[in-house]
């Protein structure tokens, strides 16, 4: 296949790419416009019991938590004319508003309820407001309510919070730092790739391959988000995978093709040799990163899935234009590709001589895994221990959900949550409801289960349609619309954080009290219980899916049984070094300085990241590997086979992968670092959890740990049993057909 796709950009290479150019501009005009097929959300677990209590909320009772909440503050005091009026017109708009489902004011609260919606100081109140619809469309609406009433008028601060205006900052954060870090990194990595390349035309190559991969992916996306929900965030996956695997599978192949230029192999030849050599590597490198993130479709919340589906379109997309567009291009350019060379132009102004070519026995990374490999225990159990303590935070992780700190302190809606658990005597955004199904038409035992739920501590009152209860004691009367035919609810409100140990426990203490018929909790507390259940009972499954696909690659890739266990065993190490330093700064704040101001401590990971950067990381991990085992089971068949050509091989594949590993590394951390400048704190961490697991992997792991691995294994590193080695010879893909002739290769300095 890879020899037609090859005589294909050979032969019509003008052909090709005329037709590569229409796809792209159909793509383009028809991928404008996704992000208006994209949803915000997609956090929790859909068909968890809390959000079908929620659902039964809105659909029933037109009620559920407030996700609009008004904070009003007036240095007056709330009784004056300027606060009532203020007041006045927040409850206008919501009247007026067909998708506001229920309101609760201070302004216009019973006694009894008044003083939970009332500040300590006596100068700031609470309007909250349920608007309907789904991720796509509350924000939109809740935005329309919103705008024109925030800001400052006669003395009277207004300001929003909640979910939906917090979905609507973080998404606006999101976009703007999307372009903000596009625009660094997309000229730091072009200077990046003319200093790896040298010349200016090959530099050009990886940003031609990575744009087609971006466009193409974003025009799918706006199919699949036309028949499925697809989070807006896999635009951030598409853009930052898009090129860091057109940079990865780019560079891979035209160094081949250089390299065989440099031999003396006709251009033509050249492009053949490249394809079937490294094009065969990319891919079954782009296959293992594929199915690495294809397993983030088993958890039960569409955020992730959509990470899937653009990391596998953009994997795709990245190879199929690595190994169709580059022959082609390569065919045209021949002999040019090295034309424009920077650095010399860098060395003339410098006055420095053109750098010697050196044999690859002489490069650095040769010299390095032979040292290496000539103290493999020591350095072997060195790195091993760095690695481990680097990963030993991880085991006092804590899992949440986004809420108001993700973004900076000087949002509206941070002020406003912060507001909320600070200054107010009940947290609005932590109340819990309690939804009872059918009680059969026992209504007496309400009033009992109320007062019940009222003595837990940090429960602030409950309301039912038995009356409102505080600390066991009624205080306010029945409410009969809580109450409908066989169904009723109760409303709970606390003084603790959602995200809160303390929320967590209110919870459980409200499940432990015994209820008359059976009930069903909801709540964001309760929401994010049950969506961090089932990420945990799913998280096992997809490293078990990534495993045994990883496994069965390396497998028909190499022949052996001893390489996969050992990829599986150093990426493992090299998660876990990465996770335990993103639990030591994100959650427990060591070194958040160097994030500035913005980022603020939850003492929590954002539950969907791990998952996430665990897929992505594994696969790029996979990625590094690929391209080192193709080059030293390359000099491993061509070899005796004994065990000085085991270490040898290493040495020799190395010395010819390690400075294009590490470049591509480098480029791809560029990638992921410019993510880390973001604004809201998940996304900080995926850029620099992503940029930090690249640079450690490509440098400890594939250049250190690895090559003392394969030192002390030997000849073991290419075992399998018998039956296996029988079912490789059938049906088993190999990277290259060992040459007759060992070629002495020559490297640039």
Request: glycine share 8%; with cysteine.
């Amino acid at each position: 296949m890879l020899n037609a796709i090859a005589n294909m950009g050979v032969r019509r290479p003008k052909a090709v790419l005329v037709l590569a150019g229409l796809v792209f501009v159909l793509a383009a005009v028809f991928g404008s416009s996704v992000a208006a097929h994209l949803e915000a959300g997609g956090y929790y677990d859909t068909h968890a019991e809390s959000w079908q209590a929620q659902d039964t909320l809105a659909r029933e009772f037109h009620s559920g938590d407030p996700n609009l909440i008004f904070e009003v503050t007036a240095p007056q005091g709330l009784d004056s004319a300027a606060a009532l009026a203020a007041g006045q017109r927040i409850a206008t708009a919501l009247q007026h508003d067909p998708y506001t489902l229920q309101v609760s004011s201070y302004f216009s609260a019973p006694p009894g309820q008044a003083p939970s919606l009332r500040s300590a100081d006596g100068h700031s109140a609470l309007i909250a407001a349920l608007i309907s619809g789904d991720d796509d469309t509350a924000p939109d609406r809740a935005k329309t309510i919103y705008q024109p009433l925030v800001g400052t008028h006669d003395g009277i601060t207004i300001k929003a919070g909640g979910g939906l205006p917090t979905l609507i900052t973080v998404n606006h954060l999101v976009d703007s730092d999307l372009l903000h870090s596009e625009m660094i990194a997309v000229p730091l990595t072009t200077i990046a790739l003319i200093w790896v390349f040298g010349s200016l035309i090959a530099a050009l190559l990886p940003l031609a391959v990575g744009l087609f991969a971006i466009i193409g992916t974003m025009a799918l996306l706006r199919v699949l988000g036309s028949l499925t929900d697809v989070s807006i965030y896999a635009l951030n996956m598409t853009t930052a995978m898009g090129l860091a695997l057109a940079i990865d599978y780019s560079l891979f192949i035209v160094s081949r093709y250089r390299e065989e230029l440099h031999r003396g192999a006709p251009g033509p030849d050249a492009v053949r040799t490249a394809m079937h050599t490294a094009g065969r590597t990319v891919l079954f490198s782009a296959l293992t990163v594929a199915l690495s993130l294809a397993a983030l479709t088993v958890f039960p919340v569409y955020f992730l899935r959509s990470f899937a589906y653009a990391g596998v379109l953009v994997v795709a997309l990245a190879t199929l234009a690595a190994l169709v567009l580059l022959p082609a291009l390569l065919t045209l350019l021949g002999g040019r590709i090295n034309t424009l060379d920077l650095r010399v132009v860098v060395r003339r102004f410098l006055h420095r001589p053109a750098p010697a070519v050196k044999p690859v026995e002489q490069s650095f990374w040769y010299r390095l895994s032979s040292r290496v490999m000539r103290r493999a225990v020591p350095v072997g159990l060195l790195l091993t221990g760095i690695l481990v303590v680097l990963g030993l935070p991880f085991i006092h992780a804590n899992f949440g959900y986004p809420d108001h700190r993700v973004v900076p302190p000087n949002e509206q809606v941070y002020q406003v949550g912060n507001a909320l658990s600070s200054v107010f005597p009940s947290n609005a955004a932590a109340a819990i409801s309690i939804v009872a199904p059918d009680i059969g038409g026992d209504t007496t035992s309400l009033g009992t289960y109320s007062s019940g739920l009222s003595q837990i501590p940090h429960v602030t009152s409950v309301s039912s349609a038995a009356g409102s209860y505080v600390h066991g004691t009624p205080v306010g009367p029945a409410n009969p619309a809580m109450t409908k035919g066989s169904i009723t609810y109760l409303n709970v409100q606390t003084n603790a954080e959602v995200q809160s140990d303390t929320a967590k426990t209110i919870l459980k203490d409200l499940k432990n009290v015994t209820s008359p018929w059976p009930v069903q909790f909801t709540g964001q507390t309760a929401i994010n219980s049950d969506s961090l259940h089932s990420l945990g009972r799913k998280m096992p499954l997809a490293i078990a899916l990534i495993a045994i696909a990883t496994f069965l690659v390396l497998f028909l890739f190499t022949g052996s049984i001893v390489l996969p266990l050992k990829a599986l065993v150093l990426n493992t190490l090299s998660l876990s070094a990465t996770f335990g330093t993103m639990v030591w700064v994100f959650q427990e704040g060591h070194l958040s300085w160097l994030f500035g101001s913005n980022l603020t401590t939850t003492g929590y990971l954002m539950a969907t990241m791990p998952p996430l950067m665990f897929c992505v990381a594994f696969g790029l991990s996979m990625d590094y590997e690929v391209f080192l085992l193709s080059r030293i089971r390359e000099e491993w068949l061509r070899s005796g086979r004994t065990t000085a050509d085991n270490t040898h091989a290493v040495a020799l594949g190395l010395g010819r992968t390690g400075r294009i590993v590490t470049a591509a590394a480098l480029l791809m951390a560029i990638v992921f670092a410019t993510m880390a400048n973001a604004r809201v704190s998940f996304m900080m961490m995926f850029g620099a959890g992503l940029a930090l697991a690249v640079v450690m992997d490509a440098t400890l792991v594939r250049g250190m740990l690895v090559p003392a691995f394969m030192r002390l294994a030997g000849r073991w590193n290419w075992w399998a049993p018998r039956p296996l080695v029988r079912l490789h010879e059938r049906i088993g893909l190999t990277e290259s057909e060992p040459e007759s002739e060992p070629v002495r290769e020559t490297v640039s300095a």
